[in-house]
């Protein structure tokens, strides 16, 4: 997001280009149409890595394919789901009565009409929750570090892992905790120079003639504003802005970029911990589920609404955007993460629920570094494998390899092993629409532990408010994927998660720049067309008579 860039332009000491920017253009993005759709583009036709969303529906529809209504859970923030763009793809629970206040489906969830919250109760909904680090730090800081020396020495004996796993989080708690203070300040002091911009603007629009006119400033706070306003000119969102536009536009991502670094000082508060009051259940029983309430959209939805219109958002009004499974997807909303870091304890539940309720596809756009209940997780993925759900995860937004840095919740035990323990995770880096930039440069890669690329930067989709915005992050390519998988599930309902996996991977469009073909294991960014013929040909055989019916595979799935 933008307010990250930012921060960077000011912490580097004004060095920032501006990477992650959109290329200049003549249009607002707000205005421009081409953007708001391009991660659809076919890459044939317009040499931009798109995933060729129409021209799949075209394919499968010609070989007389009826598509299937496919359920997918949006494990997140949490969805707005009345959106105009959103509201006639959401999934409705069939057995169970709206407001009758009874678990007429017997499953353990009262009202549970389009999805279920597990991270809120009887007394509200969280909204700021820890870092994970801040909570092992927490739970373990006397344990290993108390005033006993021979105690901790003991304690760091007997529980090795444990002890590890304290010492990753102590470390990155010290670190991200001084950065987020760090972040703060940067943006409470641009925010207050923002009226020395305009001023030094002199009423004339934010071009390079402008900024060359300007006098060096006596005033250090002027200084500062012109430094910070030579560097913010550079991108195409201030290009030729007014000062009035300029000064709109600069207090909008100040309040985004405080917002965001705001909520920090509850993250990495050792002593904060609100889901004894709000949730009330025993976080430490992990064999606890039925706990939460039906409030699917919690007290901030933007990510996950976001999440949502990538997969299944309708254009509706003057709004064009649309999508990857419009046309047959449904959304069932988990709320699961909070602003900070999920559990590990709601994201298996999570992961239950949204298999036992009938999803097809669960897109998890989430991730940290360290895991308390990994393996209470990895049960919940071997359950979800076994009931033949395909799981969708973010790669992560560090720009790590993450065999170095692994992001939690992971299908690899550990990171020596030569193929995932469930064929049913599929892990997803961003691409942008820069061809000599593919790999967006926040994305984290691999070659063997990220599977695939797909468009995640400038991604245009639904938020609260029946608003739309931009947003970036692999948090925005998991869903196009879990959307194209659900495309292909709803033409062809028999296929397998790894399937699935096999024919996004095998019919990925390649790119050999800047070292791309190491990033993944697809060494490219998916293409829905080119992966429904690959499932269509291998996995269905070549001929339909219209009625669905699978043959065998014809090529073994690739070693996962």
């Known amino acids: 997001m933008k307010k990250v860039l930012l921060a960077a332009v000011f912490l580097a000491g004004f060095s920032f280009s501006y990477a992650q920017e959109a290329q200049a253009k003549s249009i607002d993005p707000k205005e421009d149409k081409d953007l708001m759709t391009w991660y659809h583009k076919d890459f044939s036709a317009t040499k931009v890595y798109?995933?060729?969303?129409?021209?799949?529906?075209?394919?499968?529809?010609?070989?007389?394919?009826?598509?299937?209504?496919v359920v997918v859970g949006v494990l997140d923030s949490g969805v707005q789901v009345d959106h105009p763009g959103l509201v006639k793809n959401v999934w409705s629970n069939p057995n169970e009565v709206p407001g009758n206040g009874k678990d007429d489906d017997g499953n353990g969830y009262?009202?549970?009409?389009h999805g279920w919250n597990f991270i809120g109760g009887?007394?509200?909904?969280?909204?700021?929750?820890?870092?994970?680090?801040?909570?092992?730090?927490?739970?373990?800081?006397?344990?290993?570090?108390?005033?006993?020396?021979?105690?901790?020495?003991?304690?760091?004996?007997k529980m090795p892992e444990e002890f590890a796993?304290?010492?990753?989080?102590?470390?990155l708690f010290n670190k991200k905790s001084m950065e987020a203070k760090q972040?703060?300040?940067?943006?409470?002091?641009?925010?207050?120079?923002?009226?020395?911009?305009?001023?030094?603007?002199?009423?004339?629009?934010?071009?390079?003639?402008?900024?060359?006119?300007?006098?060096?400033?006596?005033?250090?706070?002027?200084?500062i504003a012109l430094n910070v306003l030579a560097q913010v000119s550079q991108s195409p969102e201030f290009k030729g802005k007014s000062p009035a536009d300029f000064e709109k536009l600069m207090k909008e991502q100040m309040k985004e970029a405080m917002d965001h670094f705001t909520p920090q000082s509850k993250?990495?508060?050792?002593?904060?911990?609100?889901?004894?009051?709000?949730?009330?259940?025993?976080?430490?029983?992990?064999?606890?589920?039925?706990?939460?309430?039906?409030n699917y959209e919690g007290p901030d939805a933007e990510h996950g609404t976001h999440v949502a219109g990538i997969i299944a958002g309708l254009p509706q009004g003057k709004e064009i955007q649309y999508g990857i499974a419009s046309k047959v997807a449904k959304i069932m909303s988990v709320r699961t993460v909070p602003n900070g870091d999920e559990r590990d304890k709601d994201v298996a539940n999570a992961i239950r629920y949204a298999v036992d309720n009938g999803a097809q596809v669960l897109n998890m756009s989430f991730g940290k570094p360290v895991s308390p209940g990994k393996n209470v997780v990895w049960d919940a993925f071997k359950y979800a494998e076994d009931k033949g759900v395909l799981l969708v995860k973010a790669a992560g937004n560090e720009n790590e390899d993450v065999a170095e840095h692994l992001a939690f919740p992971t299908n690899f035990k550990n990171v020596a092993d030569e193929k995932p323990f469930v064929n049913n995770v599929l892990v997803v880096g961003a691409s942008t629409n820069r061809n000599n930039e593919l790999r967006a440069s926040f994305s984290n890669y691999n070659k063997k532990m990220v599977n695939v690329f797909a468009p995640g930067e400038e991604i245009y989709s639904t938020?609260?408010?029946?608003?739309?915005?931009?947003?970036?992050?692999?948090?925005?390519?998991?869903?196009?994927?879990?959307?194209?998988?659900?495309?292909?599930?709803?033409?062809?309902?028999?296929?397998?998660?790894?399937?699935?996996?096999?024919?996004?991977?095998?019919?990925?469009n390649s790119n050999v720049d800047n070292k791309f073909p190491e990033y993944s294991q697809a060494g490219g960014v998916i293409d829905l067309q080119k992966a429904a013929e690959y499932a269509y040909t291998n996995f269905y055989a070549g001929k339909s008579s219209g009625n669905n019916k699978p043959t065998k595979s014809v090529k073994k799935a690739v070693k996962k």
Not at 63 to 68: A, C, E, N, T, V
Not at 127 to 154: C, L, P
Not at 271 to 293: A, L, Q, T
């Open 267 to 294: 993250q990495y508060d050792l002593s904060y911990d609100p889901r004894k009051e709000i949730v009330g259940d025993n976080y430490d029983d992990y064999s606890e589920k039925n706990y939460g309430n039906n």
């Open 110 to 113: 009262i009202d549970d009409i």
């Open 463 to 508: 938020v609260p408010k029946n608003e739309y915005k931009y947003l970036q992050g692999t948090s925005m390519a998991s869903p196009v994927v879990a959307g194209a998988a659900a495309v292909l599930l709803a033409y062809m309902p028999n296929l397998k998660p790894h399937q699935v996996i096999e024919a996004l991977i095998k019919s990925s």
């Open 50 to 69: 798109g995933v060729n969303t129409a021209n799949a529906y075209k394919y499968l529809e010609s070989k007389g394919l009826k598509p299937k209504t």
């Open 165 to 171: 796993m304290y010492m990753k989080s102590k470390e």
């Open 183 to 223: 972040g703060l300040q940067t943006y409470t002091m641009i925010n207050s120079i923002i009226p020395n911009m305009v001023k030094l603007l002199g009423g004339k629009p934010v071009t390079a003639e402008t900024l060359q006119g300007i006098k060096p400033p006596t005033d250090q706070k002027d200084a």
């Open 122 to 157: 009887k007394n509200g909904n969280i909204d700021i929750d820890n870092m994970e680090v801040t909570r092992v730090v927490a739970k373990y800081q006397t344990v290993f570090e108390g005033d006993d020396s021979a105690k901790n020495k003991a304690n760091q004996a």
